[in-house]
């Protein structure tokens, strides 16, 4: 199953605090974990034929500056581009560091090219998308087949486009098929860090959050919920979510709402796209209460805002999810607002419920719009871990005991006790082990085929 990043047109903040990718973006190559070379906003897309490994030169003859937002006005030249292939390094779920193969062609060893269009050429990093006919199962197979061929065992995290050994990692959207039944053939998420797979790793060139603690920019030790359930659906799944997203902007960060605009800016390059055909899912909430001083009615009013957008764009099949109660997450173990946060959640989640009876009542038979309610499922598991197979729901498995906004850029070591983080419901203080994102997505799978893809 592959898995799929975009990037944004805005240079975005780090999770809890805008200042940690300000910090994130001046750290040293050295003080980076992951593959080297770092991506680099320069010579980002030059192109070879000798291959991807060649390093572009150090300045870029692309016209703009880091995070320029350009608005194009056509798509990319017809282009070829090529494919990395990201696998975890060790089987050890203690261990998520993960790194890349380039692709090779199975039928011959050379570079595997992808062939397509840019969303538009010229353009920095912030702004792009690779459109190919090749379809995301292609993808997968030949990064597969490449990750056997070098004796590698561990599982493929992703596959991505990228130009060269500078290049950010890029979505590789496939186009649809002109003619189309109604079935759903697509998951789409917006969301925060428990839904990123890797916005915020790109944004932050790598480094955040940090490669050696949490897996190829989720905030896990492994894949979250929407990867697990667009393995389980067997659908493609593109990922607008992004670490440190509130439902509308703050400062810099794309809330919910900016990540639908994005979507529809990317969606004018997709021959053929449908919405109607996308099963889409909003999971957002956390950061507005916990992180930026938002009350439940600003939030909630956003959440609606995008709602209403998506469905004015031709969405027919949302999936809404309703917040957690974070307050029973370890990082409150060290705050003073527990009772507050939480009694803010239950008022943001009711507001959630009532914004969604409205825009059915509006949209009628025309609009499947589904609340899932993720506040009772966690509520459950975290008063009864030992149901589900859990032992510990109020300690994280790394050792972190002064948690702030730069915890994710530095490597954490899990606590001596956490020797199988399967048995936590936390992975760090506020993000749930890859096991929980495997267990909630096998309670909403059969909630969305059941409502949503019938």
């Known amino acids: 199953m592959p898995y799929f990043r975009i990037p944004f047109s805005h240079r975005v903040a780090a999770v809890s605090a805008v200042a940690a990718l300000g910090t994130a973006l001046t750290l040293p190559v050295a ?74 062609n199975p039928a011959g060893g050379d570079w595997y090219r992808v062939s397509g269009y840019w969303w538009a050429d010229g353009i920095r990093q912030w702004k792009n998308m690779f459109y190919s006919t090749t379809s995301q199962d292609a993808l997968a197979d030949v990064c597969r087949k490449t990750l056997a061929a070098k004796g590698i065992k561990t599982d493929l995290v992703q596959a991505v486009a990228a130009n060269n050994a500078l290049s950010f990692n890029y979505t590789v959207w496939t186009i649809d098929a002109a003619q189309q039944d109604a079935r759903v053939n697509k998951l789409i998420v917006f969301g925060d860090s428990l839904s990123d797979t890797q916005n915020m790793f790109n944004a932050s060139q790598w480094k955040l959050p940090n490669g050696t603690s949490w897996q190829a920019g989720r905030f896990s030790n492994g894949p979250v919920w929407a990867e697990y359930l667009a393995n389980t659906l067997r659908l493609p799944f593109y990922n607008w979510a992004i670490g440190g997203a509130a439902t509308d902007q703050y400062l810099v960060v794309p809330g919910l709402v900016q990540q639908i605009d994005s979507w529809r800016e990317y969606m004018d390059r997709a021959p053929d796209y449908r919405p109607a055909n996308t099963l889409f899912a909003v999971f957002a909430g956390g950061n507005d209460l916990v992180n930026y001083g938002r009350s ?159």
Not at 368 to 378: K, N
Not at 420 to 428: G, L, S, Y
């Open 31 to 104: 003080q980076a974990a992951g593959p080297a070379p770092l991506p680099t906003p320069t010579g980002d897309m030059s192109l070879s034929p000798a291959g991807p490994d060649i390093v572009p030169p150090a300045a870029s003859s692309a016209p703009g500056t880091p995070g320029t937002t350009q608005r194009a006005s056509r798509r990319g030249s017809d282009t070829y581009t090529y494919l990395r292939c990201w696998y975890r390094i060790d089987a050890d779920p203690l261990k998520p560091a993960s790194t890349y193969e380039w692709a090779r």
């Open 296 to 454: 439940p009615e600003q939030a909630a009013n956003a959440v609606r805002d995008s709602l209403e957008r998506l469905a004015a764009a031709g969405a027919t099949r949302i999936m809404l999810v309703t917040l957690p109660d974070v307050s029973r997450a370890p990082v409150f173990a060290t705050r003073t607002d527990t009772a507050s946060v939480a009694a803010q959640v239950k008022d943001y989640n009711q507001r959630l419920a009532d914004a969604a009876a409205a825009l059915r009542a509006r949209y009628g038979a025309t609009l499947r719009l589904e609340v899932f309610d993720a506040y009772a499922l966690f509520d459950d598991l975290l008063s009864h871990p030992a149901q589900y197979g859990f032992d510990d729901a109020k300690r994280a498995c790394l050792d972190i005991p002064k948690p702030s906004s730069l915890t994710y850029l530095s490597a954490q070591t899990p606590r001596a006790d956490c020797r199988d983080p399967a048995r936590f419901v936390f992975w760090d203080t506020l993000h749930p082990t890859t096991r929980t994102h495997a267990w909630l997505a096998e309670r909403i799978a059969p909630f969305v085929r059941a409502r949503l893809l019938n």
